[in-house]
């Protein structure tokens, strides 16, 4: 199994601070927060469901010292896959009624700056109970709440039509240290039963992460030594795959972009990988020791 680095650790609790300061001034600048920043959020909305995640975070990196934030939801979350998660996002918002984005800032804050302090000696290898099933590494968790800040303070940047960077070093931590991270140590659930597949093989390069090869066989994702045949190769920008993978972005607009390129010799298998490979638009863990 592959080593989480210190260098790769301290980027990841970098990032966080840093793109968590961000996404609070983001929020502070807006004038209206019922101002739609989704289709269906408004931006109060979605710094709640940021809030939300990052309060579940503060719960299942500290289980035996904080308490699950929304205790109606932990029971359901060992069966979730990537195609249910919406429905956990409905409960959790609808028992999270806060929309104040001063106060919830001041939440999200306070949680950020505890899930950084809880982690300070932690070994950033260590597996987490998460969604599905799965388990992620600590390095993981901090990596995908990064990329929850990354993602929708993209979404209300564009809503407000401000800047907003996504860097691509901190975009690829979503990419190595959670997805890859998740699939090492145990992908669970995630992607629903086990159904008879055939076998696809697709590398993954990008100047920000380590070539990884994933290969999907009955619905079970799995590593495998790059360079051995793959039916398919993408090479990708981390900002422009999350935002793809995560339906901000188009394929079609990715492709033409250059920043997300295909090639190999059976690109027809893609569709069916990327169909069951795919991530929802959100998700929750849940607590536990070794989501």
Excluded: C
């Excluded at 934030?69 to 990537?82: A, G, N």
């Excluded at 996002?89 to 999270?96: R, S, T």
């Excluded at 190999?264 to 893609?270: E, N, S, V």
């Amino acid at each position: 199994m592959r080593t989480i680095t210190l260098g790769q650790w301290q980027a990841t609790r970098d990032a966080l601070r840093r793109t968590g300061d961000r996404f609070l001034a983001l929020v502070a600048s807006a004038p209206d927060p019922q101002a739609m920043a989704t289709k269906d959020w408004t931006v109060a909305d979605t710094v709640a469901h940021v809030r939300s995640i990052a309060s579940l975070y503060t719960s299942i990196l500290q289980p035996d010292e904080v308490p699950h934030p929304f205790p109606d939801v932990e029971h359901r979350i060992q069966t979730t896959t990537v195609d249910t998660v919406a429905e956990i996002n409905d409960i959790v918002l609808d028992q999270f009624p806060e929309r104040d984005t001063r106060v919830l800032n001041d939440l999200l804050d306070g949680d950020i700056r505890q899930i950084l302090d809880s982690t300070e000696h932690a070994d950033p290898a260590t597996p987490i109970p998460w969604l599905g099933g799965s388990r992620v590494p600590v390095a993981g968790v901090l990596a995908h709440l990064v990329n929850e800040l990354l993602s929708h303070g993209w979404d209300i940047a564009r809503a407000l039509k401000s800047p907003w960077e996504l860097p691509p070093a901190d975009a690829a931590l979503f990419f190595e240290l959670f997805l890859i991270g998740m699939i090492r140590q145990d992908a669970g659930g995630l992607l629903g039963p086990q159904l008879p597949g055939r076998r696809i093989a697709v590398e993954f390069h990008s100047a920000h992460t380590t070539p990884v090869t994933m290969v999907l066989k009955d619905r079970r994702v799995t590593l495998e030594e790059t360079g051995l045949g793959a039916d398919a190769r993408i090479t990708f920008d981390p900002p422009t795959l999350n935002l793809m993978l995560f339906g901000r972005v188009s394929k079609a607009r990715a492709a033409l972009t250059g920043k997300v390129r295909v090639s190999g010799p059976r690109l027809w298998r893609l569709p069916e990988f990327l169909r069951i490979v795919h991530l929802p638009e959100n998700s929750y863990p849940r607590t536990g020791t070794p989501r």
